[in-house]
């Protein structure tokens, strides 16, 4: 069984960082690209960073770019989001999720990612 657990999140004063981790299990660490995704408030849900199964690609979304830094460790079969810089607008509950198979025109498309952790929530105070 595909499992996946955020952890890392919590309440932190604009300008600041947090580390966000995803912990996989179930799945070969090769074979799967890991996107981070995230639900404000009223909002849909959005793509913000993912990485290739083989960890030499990824992508951002433009409003985290420069601030947002994704990595993953397939030996520890985790893949990290540091954020920077972060900004009240980057209150959300944020998601991993894994996708088998994903090519890199997919990478930014949540239809390619079928595995789903619980969610971590942040929240960045003005």
């Known amino acids: 069984e595909v499992q996946l657990v955020e952890s890392g999140g919590g309440l932190v004063q604009a300008g600041g960082s947090l580390r966000l981790s995803c912990a996989a299990s179930?799945?070969?660490?090769?074979?799967?690209?890991i996107g981070w995704f995230r639900q404000a408030p009223g909002k849909e849900r959005e793509s913000i960073s993912c990485?290739?199964?083989?960890?030499?690609?990824?992508y951002y979304t433009n409003s985290v770019k420069g601030r947002f830094t994704i990595s993953r460790d397939s030996a520890k079969n985790t893949v990290d989001l540091q954020m920077n810089s972060l900004k009240p607008e980057d209150t959300a509950i944020y998601y991993c999720?894994?996708?088998?198979?994903?090519?890199?025109?997919?990478?930014?498309?949540?239809?390619?990612?079928?595995?789903w952790g619980q969610g971590t929530e942040v929240t960045v105070s003005s």
């Open positions: 990485v290739s199964n083989n960890g030499r690609h990824s």
């Open positions: 999720a894994a996708g088998r198979g994903v090519i890199l025109s997919q990478l930014r498309r949540q239809e390619a990612f079928g595995s």
């Open positions: 179930g799945i070969t660490h090769a074979d799967y690209a």
